[in-house]
């Protein structure tokens, strides 16, 4: 009886949650498990695994609240969409940054290192990157599902950056000696062991272990350069849906123009290669 009215009590204080399964699944990042009927089967271990993520979101929106109050763009803007998101439990905004986050940074990226790693005959490491990634875009669901793609993208702009650097120094130091190949195979194992080592598994860690966005930001900021650095990283992503009416760059506006357009002038292919453009450069 002790235990009914316990149940009673807490379904009571929290019913406007148990009855909202978008917010439980979309938000929260909770699966639900469904009857013959489809109904719901709300355990006492589901309960207890809803309220306590739910009171995590909760603390997400006082932790944003303290964090933004002396930040500006792009930080500021990213910071916002993710509260909006929350507040108005709004999941067509949380799919929508996933969405922007997939489409115009890591995808694009993707298709960036197989396609440089190919040149170079490197595709043993494309392939592990690749079932690796796929892997990680998988991961999670909910807030923690969006952080665990913004920390994939952050670390993809810079696995990028660092390994376009790697070529240029060997083909500056071999491209006379003809022993590039050789010296490329070398290097970019190097790259391959620095970058996807203990870099790799931080970031991957970071959205199972870190609700608290102003400890997420701390945390993956020092790797990739600081945080201003993952606010730029992530500006791809944000610009449209954070900025009604901001002005684009003409580069960006092209590229938008390109990607929306049914016309026969404008390819997938066309959309494709500027989408790759915009996410291979930032500002330092």
Known sequence: ?????????????????????????????????????????????????????????????????????????????????????????????????????FQNIIQPLQQSLMELLWKFKLKNIWEWIKANIDESLQMEQGLRGLLNWAGLAVFLRMAFKTLQDTIEAVLEKF?????????????????????????????????????DIEKWIEMI???????????????????????????NTPEEAACKQACRSHSPQYSRAECGACRKKLAMSFDE
């Open 221 to 247: 900021g020092p790797i990739v350069g600081g945080v201003a650095t993952v606010a730029k990283m992530l500006h791809p992503a944000v610009k449209g849906l954070a900025q009604k009416g901001a002005t």
């Open 175 to 211: 491209s006379a000696s003809g022993q590039v190949m050789d010296a490329m195979a070398a290097a970019a194992k190097e790259w391959f062991d620095k970058t996807f080592g203990d870099v790799w598994e931080t970031i991957k860690t970071l959205a199972k272990k870190v609700v």
């Open 1 to 101: 009886m002790k235990l009914l009215m316990e149940n009673w009590r807490q379904y009571e204080e929290y019913h406007d949650i148990f009855d909202n399964r978008e917010y439980i699944t979309e938000f929260l990042g909770i699966q639900l498990p469904l009857n013959e009927s489809g109904y719901v089967i709300y355990t006492a271990e589901l309960r207890e695994q809803i309220i306590k993520e739910h009171l995590l979101l909760e603390g997400v929106l006082d932790s944003i609240t303290k964090y933004i109050a002396d930040k500006t763009a792009p930080m500021r803007d990213f910071m916002l969409l993710i509260y909006r998101s929350i507040k108005e439990k709004n999941p067509g905004l949380l799919k929508q940054l996933k969405i922007n986050i």
